[in-house]
Each structure stands twice: as structure tokens, then as C-alpha cells.
């Protein structure tokens, strides 16, 4: 780019333009960067652009505002115990579609089937600690925890903990399919059991969505057909290079989270430790960054994001002050280590989408791993490979989080048993202090175990009409549907 973006801190919200924008009497025209597979929101296996689909039209007992905070949904208040272990949620007086009333019963089946379909996934190891789901009274619901989850809010508000009923979304919004996209729109209060609000259909706004590939929704954008582009991602970010946009319209959201290589298979050079580690320590982080000139976005040779809840602080940046030639000449041996045995020339596949930006890092890659002796080749993401580009954002703001991605349930290849049992031991303890040291041992074992190969935290773009109001960036880069819908009072 002619000049570097700005990449927020972590933790710094920064909010984007709340004014009355040029349609804000009419539909709000959206590209959504994703294809047809959005509409399955049944799977919680879930693509992105699902997540926004599903996040809008399958409401939790709790939501995210724009800026990321946590709000109301289905449970209109909470309290929480003083030891963090019983979270307490009285749900609003209202109905399910259809015209079914909500009870504790109904909700609490609905999140039971959630949870248990989350299992042997990250988010379900996220939500490991929820010992049961009682039903209280007739609209109370009680989440019991074997330890303290800090986060369990955040965590029950991701689109996956979505509650439907009778299989059927159960809200904010109703969906509409229009020609080639989707219309979206706020569900009338006195339609959802609640008390009807006067001048509701006046405070409120159509969203019309375009699931698009990433090229053709910033055309939409271009062209003035669209106000608002949603799901932008590493692997489409050069596509803002090669617009006529004003600067303000590419927003970056302060995200952190896992961009690396992941081991997909243990096979040939791979099988040793070691062996990942000089694909590590080969990796010039630094020129992948200066590729994209994105003012603030930091290489990284750590697991988890430094400075996050949880992080005692005992794993820091691996091979400080060591220069990039001593790494590579330190790979190289082990390289030709590896072919002295016979073996040919390590050539390993990475799996990655086909945008500009991940061709962009890929052909980096590939050059420093032939500085080694190690040919790289790029295949689709549903092609066999022996590496993964991971390019995925945090639930939530602690160690946690990055470690359960690498649990041994989760993802099986080249997976530390002895960081996994540090981890499951974390996730049952109750003292936060003996937490951290759990998840610092944790780390220290995975990151030596190399089945995961840190760049830096990922990047989230979208690229928004001055005026368009219920926008703002956040730590999560989630923006959620309903809050563009209500226009301001």
C-alpha cells in the first residue's frame, strides 16, 4: 500500500463512523465475503460468514453489541456468584417462533444440545468446565462450573451457543432470500411475545446481504452497490491495494489470535521435533510484515499472544537476538541431517487459500524454506498437506484459548501429551494463580513440541461507507448483523 494502515493495540477499541448514512431510510446494501455454505447454520462447524448469518438469526442467552461488549439476548439479567462458579439467568417473558413461550426448560434443552455438540472441538474445550445446566424456575436457568471461567459470557455469546427452538432460529432477525442475496430485518417486538414499542418500524432497517467472493464484494463496494464489506481476511487484504477508496473506508480490526503453520501431517521430515523447529527458525517474520505494510502488526514466535489474561509471563520470544543467518544455518544442518540418512530433499505442501495475500505469504515462505533445503508447495485447503496456514481469531482474551487450539482432542498431529495433561489439569483448577502457572508449563511444552509454527496475529479488515452507522472495530472482529439494522435515535 502507498502508505501503512494503522493496526489498533490489544485491547483498544476503536470505534468507526456512527452518523445517519445515505440510505439510512432505505435497505443497507452488504457484501458478506463467503459463498452459499452460509446458510448452513445448522452445523456448529461453523465458516465465518455462518457465524454472521447464524449469529444474527439463532440468538443465545446473551449477545454481542458492535463494539464486542457482552448484552442481553434470551436471559434479560445474570447474576454470578462470588466464587465464579455458578452463573445464574433469568430469561426474558417472551416466545420462541412460532408463538411458543420461553421457558427455562426449552432454553436449557437447547443449550445441553449445543454444548454436547461442541465436543471435540476448541470452543468445546472452552466450555469444558460447565458442569451441568440446571433448571431453576420457570424462567431461570443456573450454568454450574467445575472452576472459574472468566470468560464464560464471551464464550456464550459466539453464534454456536445460538439456541434454536423447534429448529428454527429464534432471533433478532428473520431472513428472507432475494433474488441472489438475503434480506435480513429485526423481528417486530410484539412478534417475539414482547410488549409492542411505538415507532419500532421507524427506528429499524432492512439489511440486504450479498454472499460474494472477496474480489467481487469490493467491486460491490466500487461500484457504490454496496455500503459495507464484511469477512476480509489476510488472504484478500491486497485487494484494498488496487481501489480508488478513500483511506477511511479500510478499517482494521485489533484482533489477536493464531496466523501460522500448523502440522498436519508427521510424516518424513516432519516425524522429529527438532525438524519442525527448523522450519521455524528459518521463517523471516519480519519480511512478511514489512509485505503488507500494516503499521503495528508485530511478528511472533509464541504460542499465545504475550500479554493476554492467563499469561504468567514465564514463555517469551523464542531466539532473541539471534540473526536470522545463525537460525537458518542452525535448520540447514539439521536439513542435511535429515537427507544424510538417505532421505531426498524434504518437500512439504501447505494448505492455504488461493487469495493475493496468502499467495503473497506462501511465496515467502516457500524462499526461506528453500534457504534450508526445503522445497514448499502451496495446495488447496481441502487438498492433503503436511502444513496448515491458520489464520483464526480469539473467542476470548486469555492463554487458554490459544492452547485449547492445540489440544491433543482437538488437532492430533505432533500434539504434546505432557502440555495437554498441564492443560486439562488448568481447566479443572480453581485458584486462577495455580491457573497460570499451569497454562505457562503448558505452553512451554507445546512450543517445544513445534506442531504449530507462530507468524503473527491475524488481520481483519472491512471496508465501510462514511456515515453507516452500528459499526464499530473491536478486539474480536466480530460485527455483528442486528446493530446495523437499528438506526440511531
Not at 430485518?185 to 439489511?207: C, T, Y
Request: some cysteine.
Amino acid at each position: 500500500m502507498a502508505a501503512a494502515l494503522a493496526l489498533a493495540g490489544l485491547g483498544t477499541l476503536v470505534l468507526g463512523v456512527s452518523a445517519c448514512g445515505r440510505r439510512s431510510e432505505g435497505p443497507l446494501p452488504i457484501a458478506l465475503i463467503g459463498d452459499r455454505t452460509a446458510l448452513d447454520t445448522s452445523s456448529l462447524r461453523l465458516s465465518p460468514a455462518a457465524r454472521t448469518i447464524r449469529g444474527a438469526t439463532v440468538e443465545g442467552l446473551v449477545a454481542f453489541d458492535a463494539e464486542g461488549h457482552v448484552v442481553p439476548a434470551i436471559a434479560d439479567r445474570w447474576i454470578i456468584t462470588d466464587d465464579g462458579q455458578s452463573y445464574i439467568f433469568r430469561l426474558r417473558d417472551g416466545t420462541w417462533p412460532g408463538g411458543a413461550r420461553i421457558t427455562a426448560e426449552t432454553a436449557a434443552a437447547a443449550l445441553r444440545k449445543s454444548l454436547a455438540l461442541l465436543k471435540g472441538t476448541a470452543l468445546g474445550l472452552d466450555l469444558a468446565a460447565i458442569e451441568q445446566v440446571r433448571v431453576m424456575a420457570d424462567r431461570v436457568i443456573e450454568i454450574d462450573l467445575v472452576a472459574p471461567v472468566p470468560d464464560l459470557l464471551t464464550l456464550l455469546a459466539q453464534p454456536e451457543l445460538g439456541l434454536p427452538y423447534a429448529r428454527r432460529g429464534s432471533g433478532p432477525m428473520g431472513l428472507a432470500r432475494r433474488g441472489s442475496g438475503l434480506e435480513l430485518s429485526l423481528i417486530p417486538p410484539e412478534k417475539r411475545g414482547l410488549v409492542p414499542e411505538e415507532g419500532f418500524s421507524s427506528r429499524a432497517r432492512n439489511l440486504v446481504v450479498e454472499l460474494l467472493p472477496a474480489k467481487k464484494a469490493v467491486d460491490r463496494f466500487n461500484d457504490g452497490a454496496a455500503d459495507l464489506v464484511l469477512g476480509g481476511r489476510i488472504d484478500s487484504l491486497p485487494l484494498t491495494e488496487q481501489t480508488g477508496l478513500a483511506r477511511g473506508n479500510i478499517q482494521l480490526d485489533p484482533v489477536i489470535g493464531m496466523f501460522g503453520l500448523l502440522v498436519e501431517s508427521e510424516a518424513g521430515f516432519l516425524a522429529e521435533a527438532p525438524n519442525r523447529e527448523a522450519l521455524a527458525l528459518a521463517i523471516d517474520r519480519d519480511a512478511i510484515i514489512a509485505a503488507f505494510n500494516i503499521a503495528g502488526w508485530q511478528p511472533t514466535t509464541r504460542v499465545v499472544s504475550a500479554g493476554v489474561e492467563g499469561d504468567a509471563g514465564t514463555v517469551g520470544e523464542r531466539w532473541v537476538g539471534v540473526a536470522l543467518d545463525a537460525r537458518r544455518a542452525l535448520a540447514a544442518e539439521r536439513v542435511t541431517r535429515f537427507m544424510a540418512s538417505g532421505n531426498s530433499a524434504p518437500l512439504v505442501r501447505i494448505a492455504a487459500p488461493n487469495g493475493p495475500g496468502t499467495r503473497r505469504v506462501i511465496d515467502l515462505i516457500a524462499a526461506d524454506f528453500k534457504a534450508i533445503g526445503v522445497v514448499a508447495v502451496q495446495v488447496a485447503e481441502d487438498k492433503p498437506a503436511d502444513l496448515r496456514l491458520v489464520d483464526t481469531t480469539a473467542r476470548y482474551g486469555r492463554a487458554s484459548w490459544f492452547l485449547n487450539q492445540l489440544a491433543c482432542s482437538v488437532h492430533k498431529p505432533a500434539c504434546n501429551a505432557a502440555g495437554d495433561a498441564l492443560l486439562a489439569d488448568a481447566r479443572q483448577t480453581a485458584d486462577l494463580r495455580e491457573r497460570a502457572r499451569l497454562l505457562g508449563q503448558a505452553e512451554a511444552e507445546m512450543t517445544a513440541a513445534n506442531a504449530y509454527i507462530p507468524i503473527a496475529r491475524p488481520l481483519r479488515w472491512s471496508l465501510v461507507r462514511s456515515g453507516v452507522s452500528g459499526f464499530a472495530l473491536n478486539v474480536w472482529g466480530w460485527h455483528p448483523l442486528p446493530p446495523l439494522a437499528a438506526l440511531p435515535k
